[in-house]
């Protein structure tokens, strides 16, 4: 890549396709094939990705692009990432509910990227039990 992709909380789609050079609708297709690739969506309904869904897809493309692997391929590839990366204060026998909802990401992630994912699981579960 020639430029650095700029610091920003969330990205849209058309940035997200300038930055990784894939097309907005592979982009939306890779959604349906790739269940770690869930961006957020504004109240218009826009995508909206975070720097870690951007990583997570310019590793796919390289996978998918560059390394020839199939969409099977590189979905195994990415469950298969070992399990040092569990962050080290989940253990995944003894983990609470709300652990069990981020585990599944964390073999698809860095442990910094899954820790904020479980933090951002814990913080939308607080937000859902105070409403009324």
């Known amino acids: 890549m020639d430029f650095q992709i700029p610091e920003k909380l969330y990205y849209k789609i ?3 396709a300038k930055f990784t050079g894939v097309k ?5 297709y890779w959604e349906t094939e790739f269940n770690t690739i869930r961006p957020n969506k504004s109240r218009s309904n826009q995508r ?3 720097r870690q869904d951007v990583d997570l897809i310019l590793h796919l493309k390289d996978l998918l692009y560059n390394q020839g692997f199939t969409i099977a391929g590189a979905r195994k ?3 298969e990432k070992p399990a040092k990366n569990v962050v080290e204060d989940v253990d995944p026998s003894t983990a609470k509910a ?9 073999g698809a992630c860095d442990p910094k990227i899954f ?18």
């Open 14 to 16: 058309g940035e997200v």
């Open 98 to 106: 709300d652990d069990q909802l981020a585990l599944p990401l964390a």
């Open 24 to 28: 907005t609708h592979v982009l939306r």
């Open 48 to 50: 909206l990705y975070r």
């Open 115 to 132: 820790k904020e994912l479980r933090q951002d699981i814990l913080r939308l579960k607080k937000s859902l039990e105070t409403k009324p």
């Open 77 to 79: 590839k990415l469950r």
